[in-house]
T-cell receptor, first 116, second 113 residues
Framework: ETGVTQTPRHLVMGMTNKKSLKCEQH?????MYWYKQSAKKPLELMFV???????ENNSVPSRFSPECPNSSHLFLHLHTLQPEDSALYLC???????????????FGEGSRLTVL | AQSVSQHNHHVILSEAASLELGCNYS??????LFWYVQYPGQHLQLLLK??????LVKGIKGFEAEFIKSKFSFNLRKPSVQWSDTAEYFC???????????FGKGNQVVVIP
């Protein structure tokens, strides 16, 4: 049990579908993140939210749309994805945001996305 | 922006052998350094971290890492590995006071019983 729960664990979708990934943290943290993990590549930071406000969008295509309704929940809405978007999407949380963080992140188990 | 280099992506060794994984980063200022581990089918979890003080830090499961500022390095070591150490290991760095972690590509370590 990590304190960060992601659903679904596996998702297969077509390029014209719309789906969402969900992340919930039970750690009382105030910052949440989406990372993309692809084979043979470093983890890529996608989005950062501090106190529900997006503080970073790391040049992510608009077909990925994040939503953070409160400090405990984070969504990643997906539409018209490409096969190269197939990857493991990791959610993480931390105590402290930009300028006040230690960099210690707590990760969920990830959502394995396959785009056909 | 900071970057992290990890070499020897695939490492295969026998139980009781010693393990050392290299990590070099590029950033000129003060940094916080981390090693994360991802066991098969599990989430990424923190192995050890360096913020300040003694450059030799000890983590869980007998792992340690040494921060050498002059070499911009934070190498991970374990004197005697076990089969259960089979995992992927990621080095990460963030500027001090920042949560914007940059990760290396990872080292896939396989320990043969």
């Amino acid at each position: 049990e990590t304190g960060v729960t992601q659903t679904p664990r596996h998702l297969v979708m077509g390029m014209t579908n719309k789906k969402s990934l969900k992340c919930e943290q039970h750690l009382g943290h105030n910052a949440m993140y989406w990372y993309k993990q692809s084979a043979k590549k470093p983890l890529e930071l996608m989005f950062v939210y501090n106190f529900k406000e997006q503080t970073e969008n790391n040049s992510v295509p608009s077909r990925f749309s994040p939503e953070c309704p409160n400090s405990s929940h984070l969504f990643l809405h997906l539409h018209t994805l490409q096969p190269e978007d197939s990857a493991l999407y990791l959610c993480a949380s931390s105590q402290g945001g930009q300028g006040a963080g230690t960099g210690e992140l707590f990760f969920g188990e990830g959502s394995r996305l396959t785009v056909l | 922006a900071q970057s992290v280099s990890q070499h020897n992506h695939h490492v295969i060794l026998s139980e009781a052998a010693s393990l050392e994984l290299g990590c070099n980063y590029s950033y000129g200022g003060t940094v916080n350094l981390f090693w994360y581990v991802q066991y098969p089918g599990q989430h990424l979890q923190l192995l050890l971290k360096y913020f300040s003080g003694d450059p030799l830090v000890k983590g869980i499961k007998g792992f340690e890492a040494e921060f050498i500022k002059s070499k911009f390095s934070f190498n991970l070591r374990k004197p005697s590995v076990q089969w259960s150490d089979t995992a992927e290991y990621f080095c990460a760095v963030t500027p001090y006071g920042n949560n914007r972690l940059a990760f290396g590509k990872g080292n896939q370590v396989v320990v043969i019983p």
